[in-house]
């Protein structure tokens, strides 16, 4: 059983969620607003935290940043409107473990709940696509990349990994560490984004008793405890600008220092960081220290999106349908042509995170062994519609990309209820049906 808070404005789905869990054996916490959540989390410990994007007083922007500042490590679930979905996946890329669209299919949120309860709630890397889950792919994109990989291993560079959230980034550090000389010693990875200002120092270098409230006893720092071996800093920018310079020192020196106390202590550390926007527009903004980062970039690698991996995308998507099938019991083994062209050409925001859980949500949602496209998300089905190229001036066709998302956004509206749709639109069903032909809406 794990105490689940849920931050719903809404009295009804939210006394829902409360059946819904407890139900399923959960003891789920119910405050209306942002306001009372900080008071909650101030004064209790839950093991998830289910978040309405859209909240009276804030969104959940407001409670991912208090939770990052205060050092929780409870894993967040956003909730939001198939609308909001851009916004869910930004949400992500701020420390969310995943977010669910409404109206939400109950099987979809257990599935996400136990998968959330399933991590570990330390503050070690956010949930990024793992190294078990991965394939290389085939295209030139992918040969580049390992072959960046292949050259730098071997080395004790100090390496940059850039590239969108999702991309695989801690797979690719994993990667460096494996084929390097260092494999049979510690990898360890921290989330920097996810640790307060306070808490940050103490992570990295340790700290002795008393060193400040809270410092029961000693604590090793993560320097140490990856001694001969890689640490791993995603989304170093994060880092406040005296870690900074604590870590610069520790790099320069090859010795940290734990907080409170005089002993210094030596360490052979490689270091690999990773980040999702380039540093130097950090350091031109007085954020990020120069020298600080010309340490650390002795090398770097750059991760491209899944929109730039064309020839990969299908490779990708076959090998999560595996995993997911094995993981569900499900036995998926065709998709729906519409189905395959959605996958195909939708633009993936959330690179391959997002991909790995819209199949293992499209798996969860199919009975039979053929995907249908009322196993993927409507935010889906809306984003891929057909826009005009910028700058295009043809009237006609700007027209009827807007009737064409018009319709298909009533479609949803009324959960595909035609009858109710044409009545909305304003036009008889043969209409509307000559125009779903048309435009090859499903």
Known sequence: MAKILIIEDDLTFSQLLEGFLKKHGHEPVIVHDVKNAFKLLSQDEFQLLLIDYRLPDGNGFDILAHVREKGLHSPIVIMTSFNDVRTAVKSIQLGAMDYITKPVNP?????????????????DTKDTVEHTDFIKGKSATADKLYAHIDLVAPTDMSVIIQGESGTGKEYAARTVHTQSK???????????????????????????????????????????????????????????????VKLLRALQERVIQPLGSNKRIPVDVRIITATNDDLLNSIQQGEFREDLYHRLNEFKILLPALRERD?????????????????????????????KSLLLNYDWP????????????????TPGDTAEMESLPDEMILAIKQTPKPGGSDLKAINES?????????????????SKAAKLLNIDRKTLYSKMERYEIE
């Open 182 to 244: 260092r494999n049979g010693k510690p990898f360890i990875a921290i989330d920097c984004g996810a640790l307060s200002k306070d808490l940050a120092a103490s992570e990295l270098f340790g700290h002795v008793k008393g060193a400040f409230t809270g410092a029961v006893n000693d604590k090793k720092g993560q320097f140490e405890a990856a001694d001969g071996g890689t640490l791993f800093l995603d989304e170093v920018g994060n880092l406040s600008y005296e870690v900074q």
């Open 402 to 418: 807007n009737e064409k998302t018009l319709i298909m956004e009533t479609l949803i509206k009324v959960k595909y209820n035609k």
């Open 350 to 365: 959330g690179n391959l995170r997002e991909l790995k859980n819209v199949i293992k949500r499209m798996v969860l949602l």
């Open 311 to 339: 020839k990969d995308l299908e490779l990708f998507i076959e090998h999560f349908i595996k995993l997911s099938n094995t993981e569900l019991d499900r036995n998926v083994k065709h998709l729906a042509p519409a189905v």
């Open 107 to 123: 099987d979809e949120l257990l599935m996400i709940i136990n998968s959330a309860l399933d991590k570990k709630e330390i503050p």
